[in-house]
C-alpha cells in the first residue's frame, strides 16, 4: 500500500511533531531530576546556571507562539532576565517553582496548539518574514522554526547534562 | 497559489534537508575554530575531549550511512575509539587533522545522497526496523533519523560552545 501525496505530506508533520514532543520530554526528564537547590548550579565554571537556561529555554518557547501565528505570549515577564539579561546580572525575581511552572505552561500551550497544525499549515510562512519575501524563500517556514528551536533547546540540553545529578 | 500535495510533501523534504545541512555548516565553523591543539581541550574540567566529541560526531554521522540505506560505511574504523570507548581510555591513534578529513568526507557523503531523496524515499522505514515493525509505527521513518542525529549533533554543539576559541 502506497501513500498518496496528501498522506505523505501528513506523515512528515506527524514525524517532526513526534520528534518535537520527544525532546521536550526529555527536558522534563533533565530538569525533573535537579531540585530547586541543583537548579543554582553552574553548567561549568562561571557559565550559566541551569536555573538560567531553565528561564531561557521557557522564554524561547514562548516567543514561539507570536512567531508561529499560533496566539499571544504567556510570559513575556520572562524576557528581561532570560533573555535581554546575561546570567546573573541581577537577584533572581522569579522562584524555582514558579519557573518550573511557567516552563510547563508555555510547553503545554505551544504542543497543543502545534498538534493542531495541518501539513499545509506547517508549510505556511513564519510571523517573521513578509508575505514578499517568503514567496522567494518557502523553505523560511513553520517547520523551519520548529526545526531549529528543536536544535536550539538540544544544544542548551547538552550543557545542562553535564551537571545532571546522579551521573 | 497554493501547491498541490505533491509539491507539500517536496517543501517539507527540502526543508529538513536545508535545515540539516545549517546546522552541519554551523558544527563546521565551530571546529574550524580550534588549532589541532586545541582540540586537546575538554569541554568542561573532566569531561570529553572536543578531539573526542569531533570523532564521536564523525562515527556518529558514518553510520547513518547504512542506517538510512545509502551505502556503505566510510569510518568504521572510528567506532571503537569514538564510539565504544569512553574519551581517554588508551592514547589516540588517529591525528587531528585525519579526524577533520574523516568528518567532513563522511558528511559529503552523506549530504549528497540525502540531497538525493525523494519526499517518498524519506518517509520509508530506517534499517533498524522490520517491514512488519514499521507497519504498525509509520512515524520510525529515514526523516525521524535524520532529525534525531541533527539534534544530536546540536546537544554535542552546546558543549563544544563553551571552549570555542575567542569567545
Not at 126 to 150: K, Y
Request: glycine share 4%.
Amino acid at each position: 500500500m502506497t501513500p498518496n501525496d496528501a498522506a505523505l505530506a501528513d506523515l512528515f508533520a506527524r514525524t517532526a511533531v513526534h520528534s518535537w514532543k520527544l525532546h521536550l520530554d526529555r527536558l522534563d526528564t533533565m530538569f525533573a531530576a535537579f531540585t530547586d537547590e541543583e537548579l543554582q548550579q553552574e553548567i561549568a565554571p562561571g557559565k550559566n546556571r541551569v536555573f538560567y537556561l531553565l528561564g531561557h529555554l521557557a522564554a524561547v518557547h514562548d516567543r514561539m507562539l507570536p512567531l508561529l501565528r499560533l496566539g499571544p505570549r504567556r510570559h513575556e515577564d520572562l524576557d528581561q532576565d532570560f533573555l535581554i539579561n546575561p546570567d546573573k546580572a541581577g537577584p533572581d525575581r522569579v522562584s524555582a517553582p514558579a519557573l518550573r511552572q511557567a516552563w510547563t505552561d508555555v510547553n503545554t500551550a505551544l504542543t497543543a496548539a502545534i498538534e493542531a497544525l495541518s501539513a499545509r499549515d506547517w508549510l505556511l510562512r513564519h510571523e517573521a518574514i513578509s508575505d514578499d519575501d517568503f514567496a522567494n524563500e518557502p523553505l523560511r517556514n513553520r517547520l523551519s522554526v520548529l526545526l531549529s528551536r528543536m536544535t536550539h533547546a538540544q544544544f542548551h540540553a547538552g550543557q545542562i547534562r553535564l551537571v545532571v545529578p546522579g551521573r
